[in-house]
């Protein structure tokens, strides 16, 4: 049998390489499994402002379960959101979005099938707007690309169309489903001036984003934090 003797400094350089795949491998996973790009030049995800005023958003409704539970609880706090609606959902639920506008929320376009790839981008952005237009008379200003991805030339076309590209700088991370503990925790612990706030009031089943969704409003408020649209967080920057 051969032994093998390294040196101190052959295991230092091993030990080094080691901790560099390690690093490696786990911001690759950190990028795969965390649907954010906030740092996309050119893209909205937040306000540069003093004030203590933050943006909830909820993505890929309006869901006919869910939906109406956070509007709810909207409507009890007296808090305003927007919602980035996906088209095909807002063809079935023409009356959850009249609901929105009714009570003084904000509506989205979110595309019309969730396709994270955008091949279509242009008519989907069109199909969900005018999905949106006839349930309410008003047409969608703010676009989030499913899953916050948005490449340069995806980002341009968005413009020419009329839209502006709105990510997050706050993941509840809901879409996980980590617990209500969990959901409240991540915006509340990471929360600043200007934040814009990413949930979900559709996709899937949503009763962990409803259950936190009280809790988070009243932390917030807590804290001095006011809760406003988009398009008013907007004014601040």
Same mark, same amino acid.
């Given at each position: 049998?051969?032994?093998?003797?390294?040196?101190?400094?052959?295991?230092?350089?091993?030990?080094?390489?080691?901790?560099?795949?390690?690093?490696?491998?786990?911001?690759?996973?950190?990028? +795969?499994?965390?649907?954010?790009?906030?740092?996309?030049?050119?893209?909205?995800?937040?306000?540069?402002?003093?004030?203590?005023?933050?943006?909830?958003?909820?993505?890929?409704?309006?869901?006919?379960?869910?939906?109406?539970?956070?509007?709810?609880?909207?409507?009890?706090?007296?808090?305003?959101?927007?919602?980035?609606?996906?088209?095909?959902?807002?063809?079935?639920?023409?009356?959850?979005?009249?609901?929105?506008?009714?009570?003084?929320?904000?509506?989205?376009?979110?595309?019309?099938?969730?396709?994270?790839?955008?091949?279509?981008?242009?008519?989907?952005?069109?199909?969900?707007?005018?999905?949106?237009?006839?349930?309410?008379?008003?047409?969608?200003?703010?676009?989030?690309?499913?899953?916050?991805?948005?490449?340069?030339?995806? +980002?341009?076309?968005?413009?020419? %169309?009329?839209?502006?590209?709105?990510?997050?700088?706050?993941?509840?991370?809901?879409?996980? %489903?980590?617990?209500?503990?969990?959901?409240?925790?991540?915006?509340?612990?990471?929360?600043?001036?200007?934040?814009?706030? +990413?949930?979900?009031?559709?996709?899937?089943?949503?009763?962990?984003?409803?259950?936190?969704?009280?809790?988070?409003?009243?932390?917030?408020?807590?804290?001095?934090?006011?809760?406003?649209?988009?398009?008013?967080?907007?004014? +601040?920057?």
């Amino acid at each position: 049998m051969r032994i093998y003797v390294l040196s101190r400094r052959k295991l230092l350089l091993g030990l080094l390489f080691l901790f560099t795949v390690g690093g490696i491998l786990a911001i690759t996973q950190f990028t +795969l499994t965390t649907p954010s790009l906030v740092r996309t030049p050119g893209t909205y995800y937040m306000a540069n402002t003093p004030e203590k005023v933050v943006a909830l958003t909820f993505d890929d409704g309006p869901d006919p379960i869910d939906t109406p539970d956070i509007l709810d609880i909207l409507k009890e706090k007296e808090a305003r959101a927007t919602f980035f609606v996906l088209g095909k959902a807002a063809q079935s639920n023409p009356a959850l979005l009249k609901r929105l506008v009714k009570e003084g929320h904000e509506i989205g376009n979110h595309g019309f099938n969730h396709d994270y790839q955008q091949r279509h981008l242009v008519k989907e952005m069109n199909q969900t707007d005018q999905a949106v237009y006839a349930a309410t008379g008003y047409h969608t200003y703010f676009y989030r690309p499913p899953g916050g991805f948005v490449s340069k030339t995806q +980002l341009e076309t968005t413009n020419r %169309n009329g839209h502006v590209v709105a990510l997050w700088s706050v993941d509840s991370k809901d879409w996980r %489903n980590p617990g209500v503990k969990q959901i409240v925790d991540n915006v509340v612990k990471n929360v600043f001036p200007g934040s814009i706030i +990413l949930m979900h009031d559709g996709g899937y089943q949503r009763s962990q984003t409803v259950k936190s969704l009280g809790p988070i409003i009243d932390a917030l408020r807590a804290r001095g934090y006011r809760l406003a649209t988009l398009s008013e967080l907007k004014t +601040l920057d």
